[in-house]
T-cell receptor
Framework: GNSVTQMEGPVTLSEEAFLTINCTYT??????LFWYVQYPGEGLQLLLK?????DKGSNKGFEATYRKETTSFHLEKGSVQVSDSAVYFC?????????????FGSGTRLLVRP | DTAVSQTPKYLVTQMGNDKSIKCEQN?????MYWYKQDSKKFLKIMFS???????INETVPNRFSPKSPDKAHLNLHINSLELGDSAVYFC????????????FGSGTRLTVV
């Protein structure tokens, strides 16, 4: 079945450091890939998405490229801020699945220190 | 203004009680979902409805009964609450199509004592 694997957290960085959060997936069909962010005490917000191989999603300085050959969708940011501290979820939705449900990774907590 | 709204935001109740969580979306989406987030932040699909019809029931105990009176609403009723039901429950909606995307509610934190 379809699944998403993320690197375990927490990831602790100093402000302005470079961020990478690894995400790999397994899918039988043609997945779309997403990154969601959950700030403390809040709901899920879409950060970025990519719908086909080699697409790059970007938003708020974050980027991720859909790599079909490595089945990966790693999240990167060149310079993190304290306000980026949150839990980040990688997710996929398979168009071959009639429900279009989102399958999430386990989440990676990011803590950015001043 | 809120796109996907859930009520209540917090719910504290005793074991054995029956409770409901309501979800409404004003986006004109045709598909709605319930997700459960456990204490370790893991998110798991529970139910999916498309145009008021049940599409997914992911091996959820039958104490959980979703109800969709129309495309804009998906409520979750839970009977005989157990300690293990304590979690954050998220409602989400989506419009099927080429550029589909999901919108989540802000969650309902359920605590069973």
């Amino acid at each position: 079945g379809n699944s998403v694997t993320q690197m375990e957290g927490p990831v602790t960085l100093s402000e302005e450091a470079f961020l990478t959060i690894n995400c790999t997936y397994t899918a039988t069909g043609y997945p779309s890939l997403f990154w969601y962010v959950q700030y403390p005490g809040e709901g899920l917000q879409l950060l970025l998405k990519a719908t086909k191989a080699d697409d790059k999603g970007s938003n708020k300085g974050f980027e991720a490229t859909y790599r079909k050959e490595t089945t990966s969708f790693h999240l990167e940011k060149g310079s993190v801020q304290v306000s980026d501290s949150a839990v980040y979820f990688c997710a996929l939705s398979d168009l071959g699945d009639s429900s279009y449900k989102l399958i999430f990774g386990s989440g990676t907590r990011l803590l950015v220190r001043p | 203004d809120t796109a996907v709204s859930q009520t209540p935001k917090y719910l504290v109740t005793q074991m054995g009680n029956d409770k409901s969580i309501k979800c409404e979306q004003n986006l004109g989406h045709d598909t709605m979902y319930w997700y459960k987030q456990d204490s370790k932040k893991f998110l798991k699909i529970m139910f999916s409805y498309n145009n008021k019809e049940l599409i997914i029931n992911e091996t959820v105990p039958n104490r959980f009964s979703p109800k969709s009176p129309d495309k804009a609403h998906l409520n979750l009723h839970i009977n005989s609450l157990e300690l293990g039901d304590s979690a954050v429950y998220f409602c989400a909606s989506m419009l099927r199509g080429l550029n589909y995307g999901y919108t989540f509610g802000s969650g309902t934190r359920l605590t069973v004592v």
